[in-house]
């Protein structure tokens, strides 16, 4: 298989952000803001009756689609991203990316994609670049 720039990168789609696991993650990342785990918090906000997914777990979600494509989260070599909204418990999502370049080196092809996080019927609420390295006989 060619990598060309403007290739589309299979997406990825999360049928639907889970409020216990969201609980789970405060716990586990010893995260204390109320918005992951309690409705009433976020209401008090005024940012609605639903919980805030951790931004850590949507980065997660479109590296999960990056490292898929590329045969492997250990592929990654480098991310960065910016967040333009929240995830609500409940919603639908899809990771996606475009490659924008590639450089060959000489230990593989250096792949640099545009990657994105969407609510399916929303708003993007996630963008960002990752650059993968991949084998020169990439298939």
């Given at each position: 298989?060619s990598?060309e720039?403007?290739?589309?990168?299979?997406s990825?789609i999360?049928?639907r952000?889970?409020?216990?696991?969201?609980?789970?993650?405060s716990?586990?990342?010893?995260?204390?803001?109320?918005?992951?785990?309690?409705?009433?918090?976020?209401?008090?906000?005024?940012m609605?009756?639903?919980?805030?997914n951790?931004?850590?777990?949507?980065?997660?979600?479109?590296?999960?689609?990056?490292?898929?494509?590329?045969?492997?989260?250990?592929?990654?070599?480098?991310?960065?991203?910016r967040f333009?909204g929240?995830?609500?418990?409940?919603?639908?999502?899809?990771?996606?990316?475009?490659?924008?370049?590639?450089?060959?080196?000489?230990?593989g092809?250096?792949?640099?994609?545009?990657?994105?996080l969407?609510?399916?019927g929303?708003?993007?609420?996630?963008t960002?670049?990752g650059?993968?390295?991949?084998?020169?006989?990439?298939?």
């Amino acid at each position: 298989m060619s990598i060309e720039e403007g290739q589309s990168l299979p997406s990825r789609i999360v049928e639907r952000v889970d409020p216990e696991k969201m609980k789970l993650l405060s716990a586990l990342m010893r995260d204390p803001n109320p918005i992951h785990f309690d409705r009433g918090a976020v209401a008090q906000l005024g940012m609605g009756d639903k919980t805030v997914n951790q931004g850590p777990s949507n980065m997660a979600y479109v590296l999960s689609m990056l490292g898929q494509w590329a045969g492997g989260s250990d592929r990654i070599i480098h991310y960065r991203f910016r967040f333009l909204g929240n995830v609500f418990e409940g919603d639908r999502l899809e990771a996606s990316g475009i490659v924008i370049s590639v450089r060959e080196r000489n230990d593989g092809l250096e792949v640099d994609c545009s990657l994105s996080l969407s609510v399916v019927g929303g708003t993007e609420v996630l963008t960002g670049t990752g650059t993968v390295l991949l084998p020169k006989d990439f298939a």
